[in-house]
């Protein structure tokens, strides 16, 4: 993992990295956090000339977890639902979910999402519009059932959960952003009594691998340009281009809902 960030600044306000990482998430999730501490902690020896006391480490080091940005997939419930492709039980991947929320919540760990909750999978495994975006939200108010029941504060974890849609050319996906974040929205504020922070709903799309077509591979771009353009106009906070019939494939900003939202 050191190797692998050599030479990146993973503190610095533009680099945040993104874990498309299920079952081993905690795993590979701790791997980068320490790695991100030691690249701090050595850039601060570097700048003093000299090892760092032991104080002087756990203060670089608080500063590194509420500093550093990015997002870990890490949603068990849509392996078991699109991928099956799970490898520790629900039940257990459930608990290493709540052990990550826990240590961000105890280290202020504010800026990276501790899942992305996922409907793209459910969605390229036959799910239609509607049924992917039912299947998603209960799968994120699953885990706020979860998180709460842990005994987490509302507020503490609500704006580290992200979402991941799938996008179509059917009618449903120009508002499934914004049907989403309205039900998210009322939910959280009336039966949770979540904060204006916890309710709002980041989502990131990713245009349809399962719509394009070998046998009318000329018309793959447009329909991919299409569904960018529809989530773009359906305010998705990012957004990734998904040609599978041709080497391309671009990540998007877009200009109307801004970049990721600072938490």
């Known amino acids: 993992m050191k190797k692998l960030y050599e030479g990146f600044d993973l503190c610095h306000p533009s680099t945040s990295v993104s874990m498309t990482i299920n079952g081993p998430a905690p795993i ?26 032991d104080a002087e480490a756990e203060e670089v080091q608080a500063y590194t977890l509420q500093t550093v940005r990015g997002t870990v997939q890490a949603d068990i419930l849509k392996e078991d639902q ?10 257990f ?14 280290r202020k760990v504010r800026n990276y999402y501790s899942v992305s909750i996922s409907g793209y999978h459910i969605a390229e495994a036959g799910a ?8 998603t939200l209960a799968n994120g108010f699953t885990y706020i059932e979860y998180y709460l029941s842990r005994g ?5 974890f609500a704006p580290n959960l992200s979402f991941f849609f799938s996008n179509g050319l059917d009618p449903e996906y120009t508002v499934i952003g914004r049907v989403a974040r309205r039900i998210w929205a009322t939910v959280m504020r009336d039966k ?3 904060n204006d922070r916890s309710q709002k709903l980041k989502y990131h799309i990713q245009t349809s691998g399962r719509s394009l ?18 989530a773009l106009q359906d305010n998705c906070n990012s957004c990734i281009l998904m040609l599978t019939m041709k080497p391309s494939r671009h ?3 877009n200009p109307c809902a801004g970049q990721w939202p600072s938490k």
Request: hydrophobic letters at 45%; charged letters at 20%.
């Open 28 to 53: 590979i999730l701790a791997m980068y956090m320490n790695t991100a501490v030691d690249q701090q902690i050595q850039r601060k020896e570097e700048e003093l000339g000299r090892p760092l006391t």
């Open 93 to 106: 991947a459930l608990r290493l979910m709540g052990d990550i929320q826990a240590y961000f919540i105890d």
């Open 128 to 135: 239609n519009p509607i049924s992917q975006l039912a299947f």
């Open 213 to 230: 077509h070998a046998q009318e591979i000329d018309f793959n771009d447009i329909r991919t340009t299409l569904q960018a353009l529809m």
């Open 192 to 194: 949770y009594g979540a």
């Open 251 to 253: 990540l998007l900003k």
């Open 82 to 91: 699109g991928q099956n492709t799970c490898i520790f039980s629900t039940e």
């Open 152 to 156: 987490m504060n509302i507020d503490d």
